[in-house]
């Protein structure tokens, strides 16, 4: 008959293998009639050591094949090297030897310690001892009818050989690339480093974002370097024109310079009256009587803003439309202060991009008013959420082109003001406002706090402050500057980008600071291009004399918003 063939397990030095063991018993036509009373098992010795039971188990019995025995799937542990069956026969019975493994590059194929085919022995005697197991097929076992099989100590065979010359040879040449480009990044690295100090104003790297991903896509000369730009580049802004600057006073010597040296203002406001406040806007007064109330566009606890109409002096039959700040008849005389004195903040500037105030009512025995320029789309923060609440079929969807020409927009009009040596100090999408052409236009910060509550907090110094939109030195040393502006202005595109999500919207505001000093930033928005992030983090360099000037920015977003026009 045929005898039993089996595949063992083997193992690594790393992990543990484990092989299955099938036995296929086969029989003459004299077992399966009956008389020779052949038995194949596993002895409980055998069985203990393989799967820790005392238990015999029978492959054939008294010439009976067990057929559940047979398909039964036996895990062989790793460090397993050969396997004893226990065999004898009652009368002379013949019998042939042969293995099989299903995956040869798995496991070698098994040897046995028998001949191939011989007679099966008459009598069962004990195991023999482990130290003797391997022994090689052509020796006959009929004497103690025990079989081996060792699959570990022969070699391998030539497919198991080449995947391991295989996987060794990929390990050598991905280590090997690896270190390459280790070598090449260090060496670029030094090469930035070495270019950054010879710059006349450094870098304009953020620090969540790696150095490499800022200069791929800003230019050479802006603002890694800082290049003054000049007459010719600013006639191919949107928004910035030389002649224009000339009409509006902008001295020579930011002319010359480009940029304004740096100014470090203090907040002031509480130590000016009301009537110097009315002072300062006399000239803009007007009577209350050319002025009329329509809707409540915004409302906060202390402070309104109305769409309004305003008749021509001159024509009363001529109107516009006007926007009307003003304060509830419970406003304190600080709060009255504050309007008044930040809605001056851009007041005799002109520029397409910025919203200065035009008049104001400021009679006695009524409260204050202040009028702007009407833009039909009203805030842009508010503009921006509505778009986001329903994106899908809104009529002023906004694609991301859109949304770059904006910043565009409010780059040109903060440029014009470092130009002009105004700092901004509360530089956000709140405090921007937007028409249907999408024009948008830079507003001053009163009623600010007011009308937006949840983007100002009081750190213990009894100020509200634009606390997630405020740079590193403005936070910790009330330092205001063109650069603190910059800081705001890319926390601005970031709210662009995300459609008027809150920035920081997770940090405690008391520990911004910390926070920003560690070195941490917004995340990336989805969807926002790596691009134009890189922009944002150039602008939250915590070395203010490393943020790129809005002039540089201007550049920047339009050769950034051309490449997207390309792809559209």
């Keep these: ?122 009598k069962e005697s004990e195991p023999e001892p482990e130290e003797k197991s391997p022994i090689y097929p052509g020796k006959n076992s009929s004497k103690d009818g025990r079989t081996a099989f060792d699959a570990v100590h022969t070699a391998p065979t030539t497919s198991t050989r080449v995947f391991y010359i295989s996987v060794g040879v990929c390990c050598a040449v991905i280590f090997l690339v690896a270190i390459i480009l280790a070598v090449l990044h260090l060496h670029s690295m030094k090469r930035v480093e070495l270019s950054d100090s010879m710059s006349e104003s450094g870098s304009s790297q953020g620090l969540s974002q790696p150095s490499t991903q800022t200069t791929q896509y800003l230019r050479a000369d802006t603002p890694n370097n800082a290049t003054p730009v000049t007459r010719s580049d600013l006639k191919e802004l949107p928004g910035c024109n030389p002649e224009e600057e000339r009409q509006n006073g902008v001295t020579q010597a930011s002319k010359k310079s480009g940029y304004p040296t740096l100014r470090i203002e203090k907040n002031d406001l509480k130590s000016v009256t009301l009537a110097e406040a009315k002072a300062r806007v006399k000239d803009i007064a007007i009577s209350r009587e050319r002025v009329t109330f329509k809707d409540v566009l915004q409302e906060g606890t202390f402070g309104r803003i109305f769409h309004g109409v305003l008749v021509d002096e001159k024509d009363p039959n001529k109107e516009k439309n006007v926007f009307i700040k003003t304060v509830k008849d419970h406003a304190s005389e600080v709060q009255v202060v504050m309007m008044l004195t930040e809605s001056c903040k851009l007041r005799g500037l002109h520029h397409r991009n910025l919203l200065p105030i035009n008049h104001v009512c400021i009679e006695d025995g009524e409260r204050p008013i202040v009028l702007l320029p009407y833009l039909n789309w009203g805030n842009l923060k508010l503009f921006l959420r509505q778009c986001k609440l329903a994106e899908a079929n809104n009529p002023q969807a906004i694609s991301q082109q859109d949304l770059v020409h904006m910043a565009i927009q409010i780059a040109c009009g903060m440029s014009y003001l470092a130009r002009r040596e105004v700092i901004h100090k509360d530089l956000a999408t709140r405090n921007c406002v937007i028409d249907d052409s999408l024009q948008v236009k830079i507003t001053d910060n009163a009623l600010s706090r007011d009308l937006f509550p949840m983007d100002y907090h009081c750190l213990g110094d009894n100020e509200n402050r634009p606390v997630r939109w405020m740079a590193l030195e403005s936070l910790v040393n009330n330092e205001f500057s063109s650069a603190s502006d910059v800081w705001a202005f890319g926390v601005t595109l970031w709210e662009l980008m995300t459609l008027g999500q809150t920035p920081y919207v997770d940090i405690d505001p008391f520990e911004m600071a910390a926070y920003l000093k560690d070195g941490y930033r917004i995340a990336q928005p989805i969807n926002c291009p790596d691009e134009l992030f890189a922009v944002m983090a150039c602008c939250w360099a915590l070395d203010r004399d490393e943020r790129p000037k809005f002039q540089q920015l201007v550049q920047c977003l339009t050769e950034f918003h051309a490449a997207l026009g390309a792809y559209v």
């Design 1 to 122: 008959m045929a005898g039993p063939a089996a595949a063992a397990g083997w193992g690594t030095s790393l992990r543990f293998w484990r092989a299955l063991v099938v036995l296929w018993g086969c029989c003459s036509d004299s077992v399966c009639r009956g008389g020779p009373g052949v038995n194949v098992y596993l002895s409980v010795e055998e069985t203990r050591r393989l799967i820790g039971l005392d238990a015999e188990l029978y492959y054939v019995r008294n010439d009976v094949v067990s057929y559940y025995a047979l398909p039964f799937k036996l895990l062989v542990p790793g460090e397993t090297n050969s396997l004893h069956f226990t065999w004898h026969a009652k009368s002379k019975v013949e019998y042939k030897l042969g293995f099989q493994v299903d995956n040869p590059a798995v496991m070698d194929m098994p040897q046995a310690n028998i001949s191939a085919q011989g007679e099966i022995p008459r």
